[in-house]
């Protein structure tokens, strides 16, 4: 069974910078993404930036291109999502989810779900 664990969410001022973390265990197959999501009150869940564990292909929604950057350190299975340049309406519960290598940021191709960790902007 996959499990993801998230972290790293916090309050910062517009501006500021956060790198969230997503622990990843359980994979029995060796092609797969990880993507990170956010939902803000309100609103849909959007697809904010994903990887694939083979090639490392990093995909970004128009949003949060030339802000955030996607990696992965697989000694750690771990992905972090290094936040920078943060607008106030980047604040959201974001999530990393596991699904197939080419899942891209189509949030229902993705099979496992973490916990959110809470992101706020402050303006």
């Known amino acids: 069974e996959v499990q993801l664990q998230a972290s790293g969410g916090g309050l910062v001022k517009a501006g500021g910078s956060l790198r969230l973390s997503c622990a990843a265990s359980?994979?029995?197959?060796?092609?797969?993404?990880i993507g990170w999501f956010r939902q803000a009150p309100g609103k849909e869940r959007e697809g904010v930036s994903c990887?694939?564990?083979?090639?490392?292909?990093?995909y970004y929604a128009d949003s949060v291109k030339g802000r955030f950057t996607i990696s992965s350190d697989n000694a750690k299975n771990t992905v972090y999502l290094q936040m920078n340049s943060l607008k106030p309406e980047d604040t959201a519960v974001y999530y990393c989810?596991?699904?197939?290598?080419?899942?891209?940021?189509?949030?229902?191709?993705?099979?496992?779900w973490g916990q959110g960790t809470l992101v706020t902007v402050s303006s």
């Open positions: 989810a596991a699904g197939p290598a080419k899942a891209l940021l189509r949030d229902w191709a993705y099979e496992s």
């Open positions: 359980g994979f029995t197959f060796r092609d797969y993404s």
């Open positions: 990887i694939t564990s083979v090639d490392g292909i990093t």
